[in-house]
């Protein structure tokens, strides 16, 4: 059984910094896929950062040079460094994982849908004012 569990969301000025962390449990494939998604009221789930079991890092348009994804793969920990906040970046956080044949697809598709990934965690959310 997999289980994601979020945490690092809070309130923080524009400008300001945040770090999610996203602790995983229940898979044992080697092969997988972590992402981080958004989703603010009345929009759809955004991807925002994803990093493959090869260390294959990508990032929604939106975020980069401002977001950091990593992993510690020892502690099973998913990380999202967020710098230079905005308003706009405010929404629920949520960590989502791919494992198995499927994770390569799922890391290396051009697009990044929530349908991508099939366990997710429950969020955090994130407001900056």
């Known amino acids: 059984h997999v289980q994601l569990v979020e945490s690092g969301g809070g309130s923080v000025q524009a400008g300001g910094s945040l770090r999610l962390s996203c602790a995983l449990s229940?898979?044992?494939?080697?092969?997988?896929?972590m992402a981080w998604f958004r989703q603010s009221p009345g929009k759809e789930r955004e991807g925002v950062a994803r990093i493959g079991d090869d260390g294959t890092i990508s990032y929604a348009d939106s975020v980069k040079g401002r977001f950091t994804i990593s992993q510690d793969t020892v502690k099973r920990i998913l990380y999202l460094q967020m710098d230079n906040l905005k308003p706009e970046d405010s929404a629920m956080y949520y960590c989502a994982e791919e494992a198995g044949p499927t994770a390569f697809w799922s890391c290396s598709n051009t697009l990044m849908p929530q349908t991508d990934f099939d366990h997710w965690g429950q969020g955090t959310q994130v407001t900056v004012s």
């Open positions: 229940g898979t044992a494939y080697r092969q997988y896929c």
